[in-house]
C-alpha cells in the first residue's frame, strides 16, 4: 500500500484543523459498565484514541486507561485535557506494544476501518495476542450505508475499500463484520445512526470476546 501523505503526517493535519477544545463523548460505553467493573483492578487500552472521547469517559467513570493514537498532536490535547490518562503514540501496522495476554478490555472506536482487509485481520490478531482469554474488544467501525463520509464513492481499492479525498477507509457489512470475528464469540453487533459529529454517521458496534 502506498500512501499519500504517512499516516502520522494525515492525522497530525487532521487534529491540526480542529478546534482545541476539550471532547465530548457520546454514551455507548454505558453498555459495557459491568464489564468494565470487573475489571476495575486494571487498565483498559484506548487504541486509536483520537482526541480522547472514551478516555474521557473512563478517566470521568473512574477507570484506568492508556490513551493510544499515532497522531502526537492527538495526544498532546489528551494530555492537556484528560492529564489522568496514560498515553502511547504507536502505529497499530506496526504491532501493538504490549506483552501478549496483558490486558482485560480494548477499545478501538472508529479506528479499525483505515487499512486493507489483510491489514485490518493483521491487527485484529494483535488485538487477540495482547487480550486476556475471556478479554474483550469494544469497537465501532463504518458501515455500507455511512454514505456521509464516504461509503462507496472515490477511488475502490479493494471490495468496501475507497480512497476518499487523500483518506483510506473501509466501510462494513455484517456478513464482513461476522467474517472479521469468525474465530471470536461475538456478544453484541449492532448497526446504528451516531449523532456526535455535525452530521449523522451510520456505524457498526461490535462487542467479541477472546476465545
Known amino acids: 500500500m502506498i500512501y499519500i501523505n504517512s499516516q502520522k503526517e494525515h492525522w497530525n493535519n487532521e487534529y491540526l484543523k480542529q478546534s482545541f477544545n476539550k471532547p465530548e463523548y457520546d454514551f455507548w460505553l454505558d453498555r459495557y459498565k459491568d464489564i468494565f467493573e470487573k475489571s476495575k483492578d486494571t487498565t483498559i487500552i484506548d487504541l486509536g484514541?483520537?482526541?480522547g472521547n472514551n478516555s474521557l469517559y473512563l478517566v470521568e467513570n473512574g477507570f484506568r486507561v492508556i490513551s493510544c493514537d499515532i497522531s502526537d498532536v492527538a495526544i498532546e490535547r489528551v494530555k492537556t485535557y484528560i492529564p489522568e490518562a496514560e498515553t502511547m503514540i504507536f502505529d497499530m501496522q506496526d504491532g501493538?506494544?504490549?506483552e501478549s495476554e496483558s490486558s482485560s478490555i480494548i477499545i478501538a472506536d472508529l479506528c479499525l476501518h483505515y487499512f486493507t482487509w489483510n491489514e485490518t485481520k493483521k491487527i485484529l490478531?494483535?488485538?487477540?495476542r495482547v487480550l486476556k482469554n475471556?478479554?474483550?474488544l469494544l469497537c465501532r467501525v463504518n458501515s455500507t450505508k455511512d454514505t456521509n463520509y464516504g461509503a462507496g464513492q472515490g477511488s475502490k481499492i479493494e471490495e468496501n475499500y475507497y480512497e476518499v479525498n487523500g483518506s483510506?477507509?473501509?466501510f462494513f457489512d455484517r456478513t464482513h463484520i461476522e467474517k472479521l470475528f469468525q474465530e471470536w464469540d461475538l456478544k453484541y453487533i449492532n448497526e446504528y445512526q451516531m449523532d456526535r459529529y455535525k452530521i449523522p454517521k451510520?456505524?457498526?458496534e461490535v462487542a467479541a470476546v477472546k476465545v
Open 49 to 51: 484514541c483520537g482526541r
Open 96 to 98: 501493538l506494544p504490549f
Open 125 to 128: 490478531q494483535d488485538i487477540k
Open 134 to 136: 475471556g478479554g474483550h
Open 168 to 170: 483510506y477507509k473501509r
Open 202 to 204: 451510520l456505524l457498526w
